[in-house]
């Protein structure tokens, strides 16, 4: 496996871990690693409150400088709003609340820390 790979396979477990989080707290996945047009949005969810949600997840390992929300940049936050509303011309009938999460997952040690960041940004 070369590095790129490794990189993808670890981010797909912070991915995992954010999933797994989210369904535990009541949100509903409806898609994962969604792409349109070159860009992705790792995960769609359903939140309790009913609304939309279009999740980054960002992952980091123990002792990593930065923390992985801080990843999400502009021209980040740009994407995940472009394919959002490919999304959301595709699967939703009528009106409908959104917004955008960042969830920072860190692996290593005994166990994960998970931060969710509820209306991480807007799509202004």
Known sequence: MNAKDGRR???RMGEEVAARYLEAN???VLA????????EVDII????????????????SRGT??????AVERVKQARIVKVSLSYISEHVA??????YDVVS??????ENTIEHFVNAFDAC
């Open 9 to 11: 396979e670890f981010g």
């Open 26 to 28: 009541g949100y509903g």
């Open 32 to 39: 994962r690693n969604y792409r349109r047009e070159g860009c």
């Open 45 to 60: 969810c359903r939140a309790p409150c009913g609304c939309l949600v279009f999740t980054e997840v960002k992952t980091r």
């Open 65 to 70: 400088y930065g923390e992985g929300f801080e």
């Open 94 to 99: 009528g009106d409908c609340d959104i917004r």
């Open 105 to 110: 997952v860190t692996i290593g040690g005994f």
